[in-house]
C-alpha cells in the first residue's frame, strides 16, 4: 500500500476568492421577505444585525468574492486543508470504490465552522464593532466564533442550546478558554427566552429558540451585531474555500468524483464542498451526483415543505423561502446537535427544487456504526454529523462491490468526535435509540407557517 | 503578514529511518539491571513482556532504524506533521524572536503519541501476540495503544490511573471507540492492585501503580505482551520522526533553532524532538540550546536522584538507571497527568548528567497563563503537558524583547487540549493551586530506593 493517502495543497495554493454559486444558477433563489411588509428585505432591515460587508455579500449577484488578506492569515492557522483517500476503510470494505475525504477536523476547534466565523468576526471589526452574539446547538459554531472573536479582539456572548450546554460541558469550556460569554438557552436574559421558560420550565431548547435570543440582544445594542454559523448565503459561499480546495487535490490526484456526499443540518458544510463541483457540473465538466444525508429525526429536505418561514422560533427573523419542518417544530435531541435546525439553506433549498441535488435520511443507529467503523480504519473519529454521510458513503462503496464498479467517491468529513464522545459511548452501550420523526408536531408546525 | 505560516512536507519526505542516539552518545547510558541479580538484564528475561524486534531495538547500537513500510502506511494518516510559526503569538508578545512550534496534534488521538503505539503495535502483530495491555495516565497513550491496536487487529486493556479514569470520562470513550477495554487503576484484577487497595481503598492511583498491573497481566498470558509509551529507548527512538521533520523543515525556513525547549514527563515528546537536533549539535552542525521542562509538583530532572530504581511501583520492572523521585513516590494529581511519572527516561537521564541538555521546573498555573495565551493568538488550544514548554518559550521570547535579541526558538506542541477542556476551567475559575512538592514523601521514596 504505498500510494498517496493524501493529498497536501501549500498555503500559497490556497483560494483567495470565495464562491458565490447565486451568480450561476439558471435562476435565482427567492428573496428574504419582511415579516411586516412581505417585501423582500433590504441592506437597512439587516443593518441591526449584520455589517454593511457580510449584507453585501448575503444579495451579491458576482462570481466570486476576494477573501481579505487578514482572512487569509488566519485561515493559514489551518488551511488549506488535507483530502484523504480512505485506503484502509476501502480494505475493511473490500470494495474497487476510491474513497475520498475532504477533512476540517484540522481547524483549531475541530470543525469547518471556522472558515465562515473567522470572515464575519473581521468584517465586524472591520466595522468597528465591539460585540458578537450567536446561538450554538452542537457547539461547533460557538467554539468557532469565540476563537474568531479571539482573534480579531471582540467580545463573544454565545447562547447554547440547554441540552448541549448540559450534555456538552467540554465544549462551554473551549468557549471560555477562548474568552466568549456562554448561556444556556433558553435564558431568563431575553424576552423570548422568558417567553419559552414561562411556557416550558424545563425547555432543553433549540437552535431556533436560541437564534431568536442571540438575534435578539444583538438588535438591542448598537455596538453588537449577530452572527450566524449556517443557513444564509454568505456563510455558504465563505465555506466554498472547502470545495475549491478539493478540486484542485482531485487534479492531485489525477482523479474526479462520481459522487459526492455531505451530510446537511443548516447546509453551510454541504454547500462549502458542493458547490464548486456543482459550477463544474452547470459548466459541463463533471457528471457527479450530488447528495445531502439529513437525521431521519430531522429530514427538512426530504420531508419539510418548500415555503417561507422563519429563521428562529421567535419570529424576529425575515421569511426565507426553505425547506422547513415549521419554525416551532423542536427536532428531539438527537447527538448529532449540528444537523439539528427546522429549515435548510435557502439557497441549498432552491438548488434542491431545481433537482440539481439527491437528498437521503438516515436514522442514527446506522450513521454511528459507519462512525465507529471509519475510526477504527482510518483512526479519525467523526463527529456525529459527518457519520451520516459516512453512512451513505460506505453503502454506496458496498454497492459498488455487488456490481463491481470502481466508483470515485468523494464525502466531506467536517470535523472530529473529541467533544462528543459520549455520543460514542451511547452507540456502543446500546443505548442509542433511533428518535421516530415526531410525525404529530409536524402535522402541527407545517400547519402554523406564516402566510407572506 | 504574507509571510508563511506553517512549513509541510510531502508524504514522499517523510522520514524512513529512526534515530537512535545511543549510537552518538561519548559513553553508552548504564544498562537495566535485574533486581534479583544485579546483572545486567538479557533479551530473555524482556521476553515476556515484548516482542522480539522492540527488544532488540532497545539495546540496538545502530544509528539508524528502518520504518517498516507497514508503519509508514499508518504514519501518513496524519504525518508528516506541521510545523508552524507562530506569528500571531509573536506579535501579541512584541517579540523580535521568531517562535516556531512542531505540532503532534494532527494525530487522530491528537497527540504524539502513535508515533510509537504504531510501531508497536505492529511488531506485536507480526510476532502472533494477539493481545497487549497497557497503563495510561493524563489518557492520551491508552488512546494512541487502542488506535493502534484496531489499526493491526490486535485487542487492548488499559489500566486507568484512577484520577484520570474519573475526571476524565471522554478519554475511556475514546480508547473504547476503538475497541479497547478500559480498567480503572488501581484495581482488584491484578495482585499489585489488590495489594494497593487494601492498603489505600481510596486510592486514585499512579503511573507507577497502573504499570505493575499491566506489566502483571502481560506475564501471565503467553499471547499478550506489554506496551508502555514512554521511558524506554525504542519507544523515544520511534518519536525521533518528530525531530527528523522539523530538521527538514528548518531548512524549508532557511531558519535553524537557537533554543529548543520540550516538556518532559517520561521523555518520549522532547527525546522525539530534541535527539536529531542534539545529533547536529554533537556534530557541531547547530549550537541550539536544549531544554526540557518539567511540572513543579514532580521534577524528576530538577529535584529527583540519578539513581537505580524500579519503573513501576510494585517492583515488578527490571531497574532502570534514571533520575528518579522513588519508584513508591506518588506525584500530587496534577492537571498534567502525562507528566506526573516518578522516573525520567534513562536514556534522557544520561544526556542530562552528560551537560547535553538543561533543566527546568514551572508551577502548573503559570504553564495555564501560557496556554490561554497561545490559545487566543494560535488557534489550537494545547494539551496540559506542552503549556510547560510554551511557557518557558513565551518567558524567552519576552527576554528577546528586553535584549532585542532576535533568537529562533522552538518548541514541542505534542497535543491539543480538546480532552483536557476541565483543567482549562478549573484555571479560569480561578480554583487551580499550585500543587508544592510534597518534600516529605520525596525524602521517604528516596530513602527507600531499591539498591542493585
Redesign the interface.
Known amino acids: ?2 500510494a ?3 493529498y ?1 495543497l ?2 500559497s495554493d490556497m483560494p483567495t476568492r470565495w464562491y458565490n454559486i447565486a451568480a450561476d444558477l439558471p435562476e435565482p433563489p427567492p428573496p428574504p421577505l419582511h415579516p411586516g411588509t412581505g417585501e423582500p428585505v433590504g441592506p437597512d432591515d439587516l443593518a441591526p444585525l449584520f455589517p454593511q460587508a457580510l449584507i453585501a455579500q448575503e444579495v451579491s449577484s458576482e462570481r466570486y468574492l476576494e477573501i481579505p ?2 482572512v487569509l ?2 485561515y ?3 488551511r488549506p486543508s488535507p483530502l ?1 483517500r480512505a ?2 476503510l476501502e480494505k475493511a470494505l473490500d470494495t474497487p470504490a476510491r474513497i475520498y475525504y475532504k477533512y476540517e477536523g ?5 470543525s469547518h465552522k ?1 472558515n465562515t466565523a473567522v470572515p464575519q468576526a473581521y468584517y465586524n471589526a472591520a466595522e468597528g464593532v465591539t460585540r458578537l452574539t450567536t446561538e450554538t446547538g452542537a457547539g461547533q459554531w460557538g467554539s468557532a466564533l469565540a ?1 474568531a472573536a ?2 480579531y479582539g471582540l467580545s463573544c456572548e454565545v447562547w447554547q442550546v440547554r441540552a448541549s450546554y448540559d450534555q456538552k ?2 465544549r462551554k ?2 468557549m ?4 466568549a460569554t456562554v448561556h444556556p438557552s433558553p435564558s431568563e436574559l431575553t424576552a423570548a427566552g422568558r417567553a419559552i421558560l414561562a411556557d416550558h420550565p424545563d425547555s432543553t431548547g433549540s437552535l431556533g429558540i436560541a437564534i431568536s435570543e442571540a438575534v435578539e440582544m444583538a438588535a438591542a445594542d448598537p455596538q453588537a451585531r449577530y452572527a450566524l454559523g449556517s443557513v444564509l448565503n454568505h456563510v455558504l459561499t465563505h465555506q466554498t474555500v472547502i470545495g475549491e480546495e478539493a478540486l484542485r487535490q482531485f487534479e492531485l490526484a489525477e482523479d474526479s468524483p462520481d459522487v459526492l456526499i455531505g451530510c446537511t443540518g443548516g447546509g453551510s458544510n454541504f454547500g462549502g464542498l458542493a458547490f464548486p463541483f456543482l459550477r463544474e457540473k452547470l459548466a459541463g465538466r463533471s457528471t457527479a451526483v450530488i447528495k445531502a444525508v439529513e437525521p431521519a429525526a430531522c429530514p427538512t429536505l426530504t420531508r419539510g415543505r418548500y415555503a417561507y418561514d422563519f429563521g428562529d422560533t421567535a419570529g424576529l427573523t425575515p421569511l426565507l423561502k426553505m425547506h422547513t419542518l415549521g419554525h416551532r417544530f423542536i427536532p428531539d435531541p438527537i447527538h448529532a446537535g449540528g444537523l439539528r435546525y427546522h429549515g435548510m439553506a435557502p439557497l441549498l433549498s432552491h438548488i434542491y427544487e431545481l433537482g440539481l441535488i439527491e437528498a437521503q435520511a438516515i436514522g442514527q443507529r446506522d450513521c454511528f456504526a459507519a462512525g ?1 467503523q471509519f ?7 467523526p463527529a456525529p454529523e459527518p457519520t451520516h454521510a459516512l453512512a451513505a458513503c460506505i453503502d454506496e462503496a458496498l454497492r459498488c462491490k455487488e456490481s463491481g464498479e470502481s466508483k470515485a467517491i468523494l464525502t466531506a468529513l467536517c470535523g472530529h ?3 462528543d ?2 455520543a ?2 451511547a452507540y ?1 452501550s446500546g443505548s442509542m435509540v433511533d428518535n421516530e420523526l415526531a410525525e404529530d408536531q409536524l402535522s402541527r408546525s407545517l400547519a402554523e407557517l406564516p402566510t407572506p
Chains 1, 2 share one sequence.
Open positions: 500500500m504505498s498517496r493517502t493524501k497536501l501549500d498555503e488578506g487578514a492569515d488566519v493559514r492557522l489551518w484523504f485506503r484502509r484540522v481547524s483549531p476547534v475541530g471556522p476563537f479571539a482573534t460541558p467540554y469550556l473551549m471560555e478558554t477562548y474568552g465507529v475510526a477504527r480504519s482510518e483512526g479519525i473519529i468526535a473529541h467533544l464522545l459520549p460514542y459511548g456502543l
